[in-house]
């Protein structure tokens, strides 16, 4: 069963009908494909391969490629968007030429992880707090 919203309109206009799920699929894909850039840039600003990513986010490699033909998921466009402003804050705070290297190794303030298994693990916010408190100069 369809649900149609239809909007009033002025009496010079036709009234407009708007089918919900046609309005659902086509914000999907809109959002899918914006996940797909998104996507391209923190594996750019990482330098990520794609089994990288995949533990990034704990899924396959495969689903990986099928996100980069197909679009991202709507329900992992959040943490990719959070990746992302990771990224960015990471490239204007730190050399941007750096930061594969710096992700890839393991460092004492994450107990001998590196920031990509911290991520996987607990997801960036104890990477975003590790990044204000080192610009505050608020120690460990």
């Given at each position: 069963?369809?649900k ?7 009496p010079r206009?036709?009234?407009?009908k ?5 309005m659902?699929?086509t914000f ?28 990034l986010f ?7 490629v099928?996100w980069?033909?197909n679009g991202?998921?709507?329900r ?7 990746c ?7 490239q204007?705070r730190?050399?941007?030429d750096r930061?594969p290297?710096l992700?890839?190794?393991p ?8 920031v990509?298994?911290?991520i ?8 975003f707090?590790y ?10």
């Amino acid at each position: 069963m369809t649900k149609a919203l239809a909007v009033k309109a002025p009496p010079r206009f036709q009234p407009l009908k708007i089918n919900a799920e046609t309005m659902n699929e086509t914000f999907s894909r809109i959002y899918s494909k914006h996940g797909v850039r998104t996507l391209g840039r923190v594996r750019k600003a990482f330098a990520l391969t794609r089994t990288e990513v995949a533990r990034l986010f704990n899924v396959t490699p495969e689903a990986v490629v099928k996100w980069e033909r197909n679009g991202v998921p709507v329900r992992r466009l959040a943490e990719l968007d959070r990746c992302f402003q990771l990224a960015g804050m990471m490239q204007r705070r730190l050399r941007p030429d750096r930061l594969p290297t710096l992700v890839r190794t393991p460092a004492a303030d994450f107990n001998n992880r590196t920031v990509l298994d911290v991520i996987a693990e607990s997801g960036t916010q104890p990477v975003f707090d590790y990044m204000r408190r080192v610009a505050s100069g608020v120690p460990r």
